[in-house]
C-alpha cells in the first residue's frame, strides 16, 4: 500500500496521525487538570486543525496517482477478457 500512495498522501496521514496523538494527549491532560481554561482552548483549536488535516488526506486521496489509474486500465482490460470474432 504504501509504494501505491502519493508521496503527499503518505505526508497528509502522518501528520494526521500525529494530530490524533496530540489531540488525545491534550484531551487527557485537559481532563487531569480539571478543565483549565488555555488548555481546554487548545484541545478545542486542535480539534480544529485535526478536522483539517483529515479533510486534507481525503482530498488528497481524490486525486489518483500514475499508479492507480494504471492498475484501473489493467483491471479494466482484464475483466473485459478475449474478445472473440
Given at each position: 500500500?504504501?509504494?501505491?500512495?502519493?508521496?503527499?498522501?503518505?505526508l497528509?496521514?502522518?501528520?494526521?496521525?500525529?494530530?490524533?496523538?496530540?489531540?488525545?494527549?491534550?484531551?487527557?491532560?485537559t481532563?487531569?487538570?480539571?478543565?483549565?481554561?488555555?488548555?481546554?482552548?487548545?484541545?478545542?483549536?486542535?480539534?480544529?486543525?485535526?478536522?483539517?488535516?483529515?479533510?486534507?488526506?481525503?482530498?488528497?486521496?481524490?486525486?489518483?496517482?500514475?499508479?492507480?489509474?494504471?492498475?484501473?486500465?489493467?483491471?479494466?482490460r482484464?475483466?473485459?477478457?478475449?474478445?472473440?470474432?
Open positions: 500500500m504504501r509504494t501505491v500512495l502519493p508521496p503527499l498522501t503518505r497528509a496521514t502522518t501528520v494526521a496521525f500525529g494530530m490524533v496523538n496530540l489531540q488525545a494527549l491534550l484531551g487527557i491532560s481532563l487531569l487538570y480539571l478543565v483549565p481554561i488555555p488548555l481546554a482552548a487548545s484541545h478545542q483549536a486542535g480539534s480544529v486543525v485535526l478536522l483539517s488535516a483529515m479533510v486534507h488526506v481525503l482530498i488528497t486521496l481524490r486525486r489518483p496517482s500514475t499508479a492507480a489509474r494504471y492498475w484501473r486500465q489493467f483491471t479494466m482484464s475483466t473485459q477478457g478475449p474478445k472473440v470474432g
